[in-house]
Nanobody
Framework: VQLQASGGGLVQAGGSLRLSCAAS????????MAWFRQAPGKEREFVAG????????NYADSVKERFIISRDNALNMVFLQMNGLKPEDTAIYYC???????????????????WGQGTLVTVSS
């Protein structure tokens, strides 16, 4: 599975961005997809995840009510709509994938087998 993230950029606080993750090599239906982020000097952290059929999602507390994860399995795409961006959201955002073997969406980066290259999101105050 190859993943490629895009859509990052520079935005003012309160603004919005939509990240995209294109998958190839395997159809998405049997994969749990997630977004992680890593800010300078910090560990990579879970942002949001979505199960294969898209009915189940999970969010980090810091982004709940602001970010929305979605997927289009027909297009092999996953999206992260980010609204109400804050300077603390500044980070490199990565999409990741793992086979759907558990009921819960895993939030540890160690649980994910496939990673995209990352896209930089910078939020200015």
């Amino acid at each position: 599975v190859q993943l490629q993230a895009s859509g990052g950029g520079l935005v003012q606080a309160g603004g919005s961005l939509r990240l995209s993750c294109a998958a190839s090599g395997r159809t998405l239906g049997s994969l749990v997809m997630a977004w992680f982020r890593q800010a300078p000097g910090k560990e990579r952290e879970f942002v949001a995840g979505i199960k294969g059929r898209g009915a189940t999602t999970n969010y980090a507390d810091s982004v709940k009510e602001r970010f929305i994860i979605s997927r289009d399995n027909a297009l092999n795409m996953v999206f992260l709509q980010m609204n109400g961006l804050k300077p603390e959201d500044t980070a490199i955002y990565y999409c990741a994938a793992r086979w759907q073997t558990t009921v819960l969406i895993r939030t540890s980066s160690d649980a994910y087998d496939y990673w995209g290259q990352g896209t930089l999101v910078t939020v200015s105050s």
